[in-house]
């Protein structure tokens, strides 16, 4: 299967996040060390608008046969429309004859090549339309609530009518973008992650952790230098 790591150049929460050093490294070599590991990963593709990014990256053996568009890496950009546009160019002018590919977001350093491998193996045994990697929450739905522009709190009334404690909630869950795996045609008709055979792929906290922020990557150099991560 082919797998896709999507990095573009203009991040703002932590400006150049993606080829900032964690752990020795540029954090999206953590995921790419990670796709080439993988028994269930044959190809590995760089989607990238920036040149700084696919050169840091070209050493380790990922491809980067075109560079993305700048319309696809705007602050506004969405993440479907460049997956659709890289997997639609290797299909048309570089041969690629599959379906099925994966997606592994850089910002998840710490998802491992066992759960690249288990979240395809969870796609092929249910014959899936998509498999989508995710965390279980630590709250219920019902505790949210939003803040009006008044600075009043809107309860969340529509989640549930009565206050619950956490361990009489049902659990829920969320994507952590360690892995997503689709079939490219479902993709593009249904322009959706989620159909009725989507299924997920439930990885711990401690791999979970997505580095949107610089707290963010302050905890994932606490574990790191603590090692509190088994990897």
């Given amino acids: 299967m082919l797998a896709i790591i999507p990095a573009r150049g203009g991040s703002k929460g932590v400006p150049r996040k993606n080829i900032?050093?964690?752990?020795?490294?540029?954090?999206?070599?953590?995921?790419?060390d990670a796709a080439l590991k993988a028994s269930s990963i044959?190809?590995?593709?760089?989607?990238?608008?920036?040149?700084?990014?696919?050169?840091?990256?070209?050493?380790?053996?990922?491809?980067v046969p075109f560079m993305r568009p700048t319309e696809?890496?705007?602050?506004?950009?969405?993440?479907?429309?460049?997956?659709?546009?890289?997997?639609?160019?290797?299909?048309?002018?570089?041969?690629?004859?599959?379906?099925?590919?994966?997606?592994?977001?850089?910002?998840?350093?710490?998802?491992n090549e066992q759960d690249i491998?288990?979240?395809v193996a969870v796609f092929y045994e249910n014959d899936s339309d998509s498999v989508i990697s995710c965390r279980e929450l630590s709250h219920p739905a019902s505790w949210n609530f939003e803040i009006s522009d008044s600075r009043v709190i809107n309860q969340n009334h529509s989640a549930?009518?009565?206050?619950?404690?956490?361990?009489?909630?049902?659990?829920?869950?969320?994507?952590n973008g360690g892995v997503y795996v689709f079939k490219y045609t479902k993709l593009k008709k249904r322009y959706s992650y989620y159909t009725d055979k989507t299924h997920p792929y439930i990885?711990?906290?401690?791999?979970?952790?997505?580095i949107d922020t610089e707290m963010d990557f302050n905890f994932a150099e606490f574990l790191l230098n603590k090692q509190l991560l088994f990897l």
């Fill in 20 to 32: 900032r050093m964690l752990g020795g490294k540029p954090l999206i070599c953590w995921t790419i």
């Fill in 42 to 63: 044959d190809r590995v593709i760089l989607s990238t608008d920036d040149e700084e990014i696919a050169e840091i990256c070209r050493p380790t053996g990922i491809e």
């Fill in 72 to 111: 696809l890496a705007q602050d506004d950009s969405l993440a479907i429309d460049n997956y659709l546009y890289t997997m639609g160019r290797l299909i048309d002018e570089f041969s690629y004859q599959e379906d099925e590919f994966a997606v592994l977001l850089p910002t998840v350093p710490f998802r």
């Fill in 117 to 119: 491998d288990n979240a």
């Fill in 160 to 175: 549930t009518e009565k206050l619950m404690n956490r361990q009489d909630s049902q659990t829920l869950y969320a994507p």
């Fill in 203 to 210: 990885m711990p906290e401690e791999r979970s952790i997505d």
